[in-house]
């Protein structure tokens, strides 16, 4: 043990925070130790207290790092290391201490503590230290080793859980994000990512960790914990860092490895489900319907459109997503499920996200709870649900038609149809067959979408067919609320049942032979010069009963008739005169009426 006084042991300064800590665990609180028998003429070791795991004692030649009181066999104290605040740091069987604490600590372990009896001639012998310790002193010393190490020594690394799947571990220049617990070799807490609920996110190799860590965290896979004990020549050495750990102190660092990349790294497109169908791939330019689960390489959630229960919907190739979400969307088919992992410079960066997970700032909308943190790698688990391109036009198949199939429907025909209507996905939205009665409608008049409405011309009855429709044909990017999705695409199985054929565009009423040249006079039947509404619906329905005239099929008859009598009535006084009435050939300008 060195004089308090001694000019050839300097004592070094330590962390007011690990003095507070063993002053209070050790020093205060500490049992007292027995002297029991002893004849003075050799050490005496009692060990007070012995850790249950010792992995390490003290061998010549290690340096240690521990804490003392030192006091006369009367119980005055002539030194401590806990009043200076600080451990005492020195090589062991070096004669750099006196004869009897070079024996002393040999074979001890990190946090055990011994009570030390030295004789004088193990201790300061005959001559003493002025002013201090007299001649001839017994000296007892209460020791607690707080670290322990060797110039020989390297890290040591301790694997306690692996995970199965690791298909990459961290190499030289690897950008990685970790959680650790640092603590001294006696378990001393001196830092904690988790404490700060934030990762320690750096570079591996390249000189921004201490060299232990540095060569400690190479070989890790993601999910991985491991300990890493680190000698002070790998950390931060004599002087510490100035701040919570001292010079000369070992390490431990308790880490698990969340994230891993390489800022060469592109996407990584794994493809988990392809339909044995696949007509068409995504292009650029292409609008997708697709869900997602959105995680981090560990696993933790911080997306998912499933939650919300809707696709989320996007052009790609355009810069309305990230940029490694545009790209592994290129080329996928409908109902394609596939793993994409993006790095982080073609995700969110070094600032990563608090809201918006997939759009760009520009396309930012506060709908979006997750959360990204800084230079993390994504990881999105996606199903492609329907995708179509703007300038997409109606797709027409036809199954079957028949052999006689002269008439073919044009606008203005009246049609009645089955259909079954499914997105792309095979979701079926709803079906006519299930309802058991036909969809009837005039084409062209504007009573379906005009997908459809293009989809069921030129067809003869009898006839099946598939049409499908892109949403900017149908029902475009609102949808139907509780019926269709917003920018869906749609899918129709038909079969045309029944046709009748309509009247010339911009015609209501037409007759089949020649027109009266005293058709007023006909119409007015009291002849007083005034054709009221009556008369006139009288009249036009006696010609369709007859045979002479037809009303355009599929409307309200009564409301074809009113309109028709509306267009005559010129001046709107409800009766149409011999003056007002004209036919249509007889017009400056088109009506659909006479």
């Keep these: 043990m060195p004089p308090p006084c001694s000019s050839r042991h300097p004592l070094r300064s330590c962390s007011p925070l690990l003095v507070a800590l063993l002053v209070s665990c050790v020093a205060c609180q500490a049992p007292p130790v027995p002297a029991g028998e002893w004849d003075g003429k050799d050490l005496l070791i009692e060990r007070s207290f012995v850790p249950e795991q010792c992995p390490r004692t003290v061998r010549s030649g290690d340096f240690v790092r521990y804490h003392y009181h030192g006091t006369f066999p009367d119980g005055n104290k002539f030194d401590s290391s806990y009043d200076r605040g600080s451990t005492f740091n020195v090589l062991v069987g070096k004669s750099q201490l006196i004869a009897g604490m070079d024996k002393a600590l040999l074979g001890m372990c990190v946090n055990e503590r011994r009570f030390v009896k030295i004789p004088p001639h193990l201790g300061y012998g005959s001559e003493g230290v002025s002013g201090v310790i007299p001649a001839n002193s017994v000296l007892h010393f209460d020791v ?3 670290d322990l190490w060797n110039s020989e020594d390297q890290i040591q690394i301790q694997t306690y859980y692996k995970p199965k799947n690791c298909t990459r571990t961290i190499e030289v220049s690897d950008f990685v994000r970790y959680h650790y617990n640092g603590t001294f070799l006696d378990g001393t807490l001196f830092d904690s990512s988790h404490n700060r609920m934030r990762t320690y996110d750096t570079y591996v190799g390249i000189g921004w960790l201490i060299p232990g860590m540095d060569k400690g965290l190479l070989g890790m896979c993601v999910g991985e914990k491991r300990i890493i004990t680190v000698p002070p020549f790998l950390a931060y050495g004599e002087d510490g860092d100035g701040k919570e750990i001292p010079g000369q102190a070992s390490l431990v660092f308790d880490v698990v490895l969340l994230d891993l990349h390489n800022p060469k790294d592109s996407i990584t497109v794994e493809q988990q489900y392809v339909p044995e169908s696949c007509e068409r791939r995504s292009q650029v330019g292409d609008f997708l319907r697709y869900h997602y689960n959105g995680t981090l390489l560990d696993g933790t959630l911080f997306d998912s459109s499933y939650s919300r229960n809707r696709t989320y919907d996007t052009y790609i190739g355009k810069g309305y997503v990230i940029a490694g979400m545009d790209e592994g ?3 996928v088919c409908i109902g394609e499920k596939r793993r994409i992992t993006i790095p982080p410079h073609l995700g969110y960066g070094e600032e990563g996200r608090g809201k918006n997970i997939l759009l760009n700032e520009h396309y930012a909308s506060s709908r979006w709870p997750g959360k990204i943190p800084g230079s993390a790698v994504l990881v999105f688990d996606i199903h492609v649900i329907d995708f179509h391109h703007p300038s997409d036009s109606v797709a027409i198949t036809t199954h079957y038609k028949p052999t006689n199939c002269s008439v073919l429907s044009k606008k203005g025909d009246y049609l009645k149809y089955h259909y079954n209507a499914s997105l792309l996905d095979g979701t079926v939205l709803d079906s006519t067959v299930m309802l058991g009665k036909t969809y009837n409608i005039v084409l062209g008049s504007g009573q379906i979408v005009l997908g459809m409405d293009i989809g069921l011309r030129d067809m003869c009855v009898g006839e099946k067919r598939t049409v499908i429709v892109p949403p900017h044909l149908a029902y475009g990017e609102a949808g139907v ?6 920018s ?15 009247l010339p565009e911009g015609y209501m009423f037409v007759w089949h032979g020649e027109v009266s040249p005293r058709l007023f006079e006909e119409i007015d039947k009291d002849n007083n010069g005034e054709v009221l509404l009556e008369e006139f619906s009288d009249y036009i329905h006696e010609q369709v009963s007859s045979g002479k005239g037809k009303l355009a099929p599929g409307f309200d008859s009564e409301s074809i008739v009113k309109n028709m009598f509306t267009n005559q009535d010129r001046n709107g006084d409800g009766k149409i005169t011999a003056e007002e009435f004209k036919l ?3 017009e400056p300008t088109r009506h659909d009426e006479l």
């Design 329 to 331: 969307l290129l080329g």
């Design 488 to 502: 869906a695409v749609l899918v129709f199985d038909v079969e045309l049942l029944d046709l009748v054929s309509g």
């Design 144 to 146: 607690l080793l707080v």
């Design 481 to 486: 609320e509780g019926e269709v999705p917003g």
């Design 584 to 586: 249509k050939d007889q």
